[in-house]
């Protein structure tokens, strides 16, 4: 019996050994005849490895009173306590409920949206009518932050165009910035404003790919432009918007910083400071460096598992995932 396990054994490692060898030949090969396309990918993953994965170890400090003096290896370990301080502290609640508020708000209604635009386009039968709604809606994608957070600020002072035009219909002067209650509204508009047009290229470069064999058989059955565009349209682009859907949701807690470090002010801390702003205000302006790195490793964490529930979700549901 001895002897037949040691057999089974040896038969096992040689096995083994012949598929490593025959692995080791075939990538030996394959990197040989792809060297080129293999050399023009070496700045890309050279870039990766130096500025998303090398970093990476600068999250342990997240788990030590770091101190620049001492350094990483230097400085003491403290464990979770960064994160308890930070799940205790006064404006934990304050600043989730409103990174969750605003990005709920930018999935129910910023996501929809140029969806619905792509579908409009992909309706419109003259072609300049067309190019020039994709011309306008694009550009303020190419706005930068700055500027476009000048002209919001213009825009909604008491002496603004919006005011202008609410006082035209009877209603009170008022800046808006300076009030709570307006923050999201104003944020989550002009991110639809900005976004709109260059977010829907995707969908229309989908909806190019849709067989137009399917519409001239609809038209056959008497379907018109709605049911086309409800039963063939919509199904035809459904792998592209669940794609996005569910890279949207592994950025759920990621509200966009330098917008929203222009737009507030302490009157609307109420509505507006979220996590992104409390890092800063802590890690930059009080050099509490390691719980800042321990609030931005908490928020990658909550968004990687979102990103794994939602692809999984999709997954079972309509068989599209991005893994």
Known sequence: ???????????????????????????????????????MALPVIAYYIVFQYVPMYGA????????????????????????????????????????????LYNLIFGFPAPIILALL??????????????????LPHFISVMVLCGLIVDFTSRNGIINDLLAFMGMERTTMLLRPELFRTIYVGSN???????????????????????????????????????HITLPGIMPTIVILFI?????MMNVGFDKIFLLYNPITYETSDVISTYVYRK?????????????????????????????????KVNETSLW
Do not use: C
Request: charged residues 20%; without cysteine; glycine residues 8%.
């Open 60 to 103: 342990t400090i997240a788990f030590k009173d770091f101190t620049p003096i001492k350094g990483i290896l230097g400085s003491p370990w403290i464990g979770f306590q960064n994160f308890t301080d930070f799940f205790n502290d006064v404006y934990f609640g304050r600043i989730l409920s409103n990174t969750l508020l605003i990005s």
């Open 247 to 251: 890279l949207r949701m592994g950025s």
């Open 121 to 138: 386009l992909n309706e419109v039968r003259k072609n300049g009518f067309k190019r020039f709604v994709q011309s306008v809606t694009y």
């Open 1 to 39: 019996m001895e002897n037949i396990k040691a057999g089974e054994v040896q038969l096992s490692r040689s096995v083994y050994q012949t598929k490593k060898q025959g692995f080791v030949h075939r990538l030996g090969k394959d990197l040989y005849k792809n060297r080129f396309i293999y050399f």
């Open 283 to 315: 890690g930059i302006l009080e050099s509490n460096y390691s719980f800042s790195a321990a609030v931005g490793l908490f928020n990658s964490v909550i968004n990687f598992v979102l990103l794994v529930i939602t692809n999984k979700l999709s997954k």
């Open 192 to 230: 639809i404003w900005q976004e709109l047009g260059w977010g829907s290229i995707i969908y229309l470069a989908a909806l190019a790919g849709i067989d137009q064999d399917l519409y001239e058989a609809a038209k056959i059955d008497g379907a018109g432009r709605f049911k086309q565009m409800l």
